[in-house]
């Protein structure tokens, strides 16, 4: 994909957002699109194939959101970056009009989208050129539940420390909370080095939501739990109305 | 190595074509050299450092092939790159004449080839001033065995999916076949999706070589097999003369 | 933090010195860095954040040395930078002057390093115009016991391959030793080819280190032993006095 991008928009700039999503894992890839790109210069195209559907019928899609471009296969993965500017617009790639033929029929992300998106880079192509307006696919999944007293959730990714970032907004947890999962029942702290050395625990995470961590360890390991795990918050107090 | 190429040839593009390559593994670094350098644009200057023989007699070479250069130790993992292209020209890096002393007996890449890598990419050296005429080491390896009603070969690679990419071209295979692999007989389909949920198969791959794949899932872990595994291909009709 | 660098810096150019340190390991990262920052240009920014005590009192700080900068926690993670020049100065970096306010308290290397890292590498502020000269921390460990015939010290990474990198400098090794590791007793080769198939020796690695090696494997494996193992060298002759 890299080849492509860079012989069809030389000298661009090409950084890799994550390697830890892992393989068919589009509610994962969809999480870190949403609480990253914003950290991106606006007018960034944010390239992502994670597209267990490659070869099928599945669309192609792009989309302009907070001042950037997506380019993505239509399975959700990009729902999370749509939800978040509700001024966001998606076109289906219409890959006829612009004489995409893909080489192979299992990897579109080299074949497709790493064109079309160096193409965005370059403006060699509108955004409106790219085919007509979409209704994007949205994932079919269960969101958190936030209620006065307590939300439920569960672990969204397990990161290269071994931390459980988790779908519980940071904005459902202040100022105080406890939090379950895995049989255990875990205190908050405000940073790591807040807890006790191997201690579980607690906290806002730099993605903005619930993260389970363990001083100077693995809470993954620790806690034997990993993506998917329930987790439950107990606020101290309720939250104001 | 990128702080030497970037420090030799300030501003250039350095990007990774793959973090998969087994430790020492000649093989599988060839395989994908041979199969990913034309998605690249030509002119494009690779570097392929898997170099078990490091600080020993073996040569350092550099290719040209296909519009593009080549630096690499002279241990095959160019072959493939070389007999894609009858015209290739092969030249002995003549470390003597371009003072290049290695600091480290262990690290040429990082001593050698990255500086050399960035002269070419800088064209501060010109190929025909790197050394002289070589005749390069080529990989002493069972190639696969191609008849009329079936193929035999064995996995070069597991990529990062679990995914087992096989030396068996896509030429002998369409238009429908069988795969044996693993004490198992899979079937073929066009896509991963064409599968059945958790379903082995065999397909055409993106290096354009047959795929056993696993829909949503591991192929190696389901089957057990991995880099080295023999595969046997049955083609449901003879290949048309 | 890559987004971040480029959004503050447009067109810089930005490489991962290593994807090896192991999580919160500030002693391994230390290493790297010592060891390999001089193989950049001069002038390049070193951002480097291992940090286990983000979002406590611990102070950020930017250091110059052998021509280059360096960004970090005040952790110890630059001791071995800022041996290695005794002209080698220091600043506390002043948030509150530069006007940065974490968003988070778990991730200063997006919020705070990067940033700076970016300012310096466009001279959008000045070494001198981060803060105050400080005194950082240095790292509290047992350094290698280096004696006439033989020498103490302990493996500090393990590399990609299971190679065992030492603390021991080659300086204190030439020419011919045996190396005591995990309950075994090595000879010593010039450079892995020497060894015999499969044999573990130790030579002086690209570190410009004692390491330990196993020829076509993996030393760490073979040895049953990683990160913190005692190794001793015995010399053949004492060094010179």
Known sequence: ?????????????????????????VVAARFYLERCHEWFSPGTVHLCVVDPGV??????????????????????????????????????????????????????????????????ARERVLFEGLGPVHTPVMLDRQEPVLGPSEAKGEVILVDHFGNLITDIPAGSLTPAFTVEIG??????????GDAEAGECCGLIGSYDTLEVARRDGSAAAELGVGRGAKVRVRRERELPG
Do not use: C
């Open 183 to 192: 049989g255990r029942t875990l205190r908050s702290v405000g940073t790591y």
């Open 55 to 120: 070869g099928t019928a599945r669309a192609a899609i792009a989309a302009r959101a907070n001042g950037s471009w997506f380019v993505a296969p239509d399975n959700g993965v990009l729902d999370g970056v749509l939800r978040s500017d509700e001024t966001s617009e998606v076109r289906r790639i219409d890959l006829q009009a612009l004489h995409l033929t893909p080489k192979s029929r299992t990897f579109h992300g080299r074949d497709v989208f790493a064109k079309v998106a160096a193409w965005l």
């Open 1 to 25: 994909m890299k080849g492509v991008i860079l012989r069809e928009a030389p000298g661009v700039t090409v950084v890799d957002l994550s390697h830890g999503v892992p393989a068919q894992d």
